[in-house]
């Protein structure tokens, strides 16, 4: 076996590091990475990532050839490219617009969670904004209703970046908002997770407890 040609700034916390990871076994390119893992919030830069990624955020993977990609989308987009399956990504036509759009609004579920992470983890209680948190937290209920009702039969047919993303953010929901109880809400969101969460990939990358 050769020796890793790239390496992976990432978290294992970090659900847009996870969405790497899952691609990377889905696609059977694990080893083709060596992973760096860092600590990282806003108010505490790691300096060797800012050195790759000026915006001093995880995921960012570092080439062979030197260059660096960032973020997860990007990061994604590049590794769908290097293997000779099926892709991950739809090349062409409706899908690819229809499977990137799910995906988009996966992430942005994903970035509302981050921020009231951030917001309730690292800012002090006193200075903590109730209205601008509720605001985030309706984000994630409006998408996670667009999910049960409208694309949930559409995410069973495969297993892809649109599927990728959300899995990834209903882990980080469950790592980070564990009381939220959206299972009871969304029925078929949880049915669908609990079966992509038999996968190989989603049991490998699992963010710690
Ligand atoms: O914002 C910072 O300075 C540090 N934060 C990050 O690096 C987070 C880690 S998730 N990454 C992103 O926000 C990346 C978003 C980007 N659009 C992408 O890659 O898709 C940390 C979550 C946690 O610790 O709970």
Same mark, same amino acid.
């Given at each position: 076996?050769?020796?890793?040609?790239?390496?992976?700034?990432? /978290?294992?916390?970090?659900?847009?590091? =996870?969405?790497?990871?899952? #691609?990377? @076994?889905?696609?059977?390119?694990? +080893?083709?990475?060596?992973?760096?893992?860092? /600590?990282?919030?806003?108010? /505490?830069? /790691? +300096?060797?990532?800012?050195?790759?990624n000026?915006?001093?955020?995880?995921?960012?993977?570092?080439?062979?050839?030197?260059?660096?990609? @960032?973020d997860?989308?990007v990061?994604?987009?590049? #590794?769908? @490219?290097?293997?000779?399956? +099926?892709?991950?990504?739809?090349?062409?036509?409706?899908? =690819?617009?229809?499977?990137?759009?799910?995906?988009?609004?996966?992430?942005?579920? #994903?970035?509302?969670a981050?921020?009231? &992470?951030?917001?309730t983890?690292?800012?002090?209680?006193?200075?903590?904004?109730?209205?601008?948190?509720? +605001?985030?937290?309706?984000?994630?209920? &409006?998408?996670?209703?667009?999910?049960?009702?409208?694309a949930v039969?559409?995410?069973?047919? @495969?297993?892809?970046?649109?599927?990728?993303?959300?899995?990834?953010?209903?882990?980080?929901?469950?790592? &980070?908002?564990?009381?939220?109880?959206?299972?009871?809400?969304?029925? &078929?969101?949880?049915?669908?997770?609990?079966?992509?969460?038999?996968r190989?990939?989603?049991?490998?990358?699992?963010?710690p407890?």
């Open positions: 076996m050769s020796a890793p040609s790239m390496t992976l700034y990432y /978290n294992p916390a970090s659900p847009f590091s =996870r969405k790497v990871l899952v #691609l990377l @076994h889905e696609t059977g390119q694990t +080893n083709r990475v060596s992973l760096k893992p860092v /600590n990282v919030t806003p108010v /505490n830069p /790691n +300096n060797d990532l800012c050195q790759e000026p915006a001093g955020k995880l995921p960012a993977l570092c080439l062979a050839d030197g260059n660096v990609l @960032h997860s989308r990061i994604l987009d590049y #590794l769908d @490219h290097q293997h000779v399956g +099926n892709p991950l990504i739809p090349r062409e036509g409706s899908a =690819r617009w229809r499977r990137l759009t799910l995906a988009s609004l996966a992430d942005a579920l #994903l970035d509302a981050v921020l009231i &992470r951030y917001e983890f690292l800012r002090p209680a006193q200075k903590q904004w109730a209205e601008w948190l509720d +605001n985030q937290q309706e984000k994630i209920a &409006r998408s996670l209703s667009y999910f049960e009702q409208e039969t559409e995410l069973s047919s @495969h297993f892809d970046i649109a599927s990728i993303s959300l899995a990834a953010g209903l882990g980080y929901l469950d790592l &980070r908002q564990p009381d939220l109880g959206w299972r009871s809400r969304y029925p &078929r969101l949880g049915a669908w997770y609990y079966e992509v969460c038999q190989p990939s989603m049991i490998a990358t699992q963010p407890a």
